[in-house]
């Protein structure tokens, strides 16, 4: 913890006094343009890829970036999509994949996870993604591959969300999908043409 609570001391000492306006006008006001879904991997940080300023993201992060379809019945992923689009009014929403991802490398090489079951039943949520790439051979253009194909997979999960659907139809909302080049800090854009995405849009 040592590191955290320097970094917290500094962070009140030589960052937020600069801040101290926004701060002070985000005390009173949420209104974030973007709903950013990213990936939980420590690499992988949504406000500095995008320089954003505090306010400016609602973030979702999951292993491996996965958005479970829609199922009626609360849970995590689902209430704060739904509160960033219905309450929240975002305008954008990202699903960021990266590269050297452990989820998707998991499923690429299909490594045993008998050891966390848990996290084996939550990569089901990227069944599809599967599916499209299961005939490449294992390696790392089949992890680059699946990335991919899971960052669509996951938006087409995504527009599942009633709010989504609902913000999608009103033309509210634009999605994106985005891979993050750990090694170049590279971001690439997909594209989203001829995708259910893009259909729902
Ligand atoms: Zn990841």
């Given at each position: 913890?040592?590191?955290?609570?320097?970094?917290?001391?500094?962070?009140?000492?030589?960052?937020?006094?600069?801040?101290?306006?926004?701060?002070?006008?985000?005390?009173?006001?949420?209104?974030?343009?973007?709903?950013?879904?990213?990936?939980?991997?420590?690499?992988?940080?949504?406000?500095?890829?995008?320089?954003?300023?505090?306010?400016?993201?609602?973030?979702?992060?999951?292993?491996?970036?996965?958005?479970?379809?829609?199922?009626?019945?609360?849970?995590?992923?689902?209430?704060?999509?739904e509160y960033a689009v219905?309450?929240?009014?975002?305008?954008?929403?990202?699903?960021?994949?990266?590269?050297?991802?452990?989820?998707?490398?998991?499923?690429?090489?299909?490594?045993?996870?008998?050891?966390?079951?848990?996290?084996?039943?939550?990569?089901?949520?990227?069944?599809?993604?599967?599916?499209?790439?299961?005939?490449?051979?294992?390696?790392?253009?089949?992890?680059?591959?699946?990335?991919?194909?899971?960052?669509?997979?996951?938006?087409?999960?995504?527009?599942?969300?009633?709010?989504?659907?609902?913000?999608?139809?009103?033309?509210?909302?634009?999605?994106?999908?985005?891979?993050?080049?750990?090694?170049?800090?590279?971001?690439?854009?997909?594209?989203?043409?001829?995708?259910?995405?893009?259909?729902?849009?």
């Amino acid at each position: 913890m040592q590191d955290l609570t320097e970094g917290v001391a500094r962070f009140q000492r030589e960052v937020f006094p600069a801040k101290a306006g926004l701060f002070t006008h985000l005390a009173a006001n949420h209104t974030p343009h973007t709903l950013f879904i990213g990936c939980s991997d420590a690499r992988v940080v949504p406000e500095l890829i995008t320089q954003g300023e505090p306010g400016e993201l609602f973030v979702i992060r999951t292993a491996g970036n996965l958005v479970p379809a829609y199922t009626p019945g609360a849970n995590g992923v689902t209430a704060s999509i739904e509160y960033a689009v219905s309450v929240l009014g975002v305008s954008d929403i990202v699903i960021c994949g990266h590269s050297a991802c452990g989820a998707m490398t998991a499923l690429a090489e299909d490594q045993d996870l008998t050891g966390a079951p848990t996290v084996a039943e939550w990569l089901r949520h990227a069944d599809a993604a599967v599916a499209r790439t299961a005939g490449m051979a294992a390696g790392p253009e089949k992890v680059g591959a699946l990335v991919r194909q899971n960052v669509y997979a996951q938006l087409t999960n995504l527009t599942t969300h009633p709010s989504v659907a609902r913000a999608l139809a009103e033309k509210k909302v634009t999605l994106h999908g985005w891979v993050f080049d750990i090694p170049t800090g590279r971001v690439e854009a997909l594209d989203l043409t001829g995708t259910g995405a893009a259909l729902a849009a």
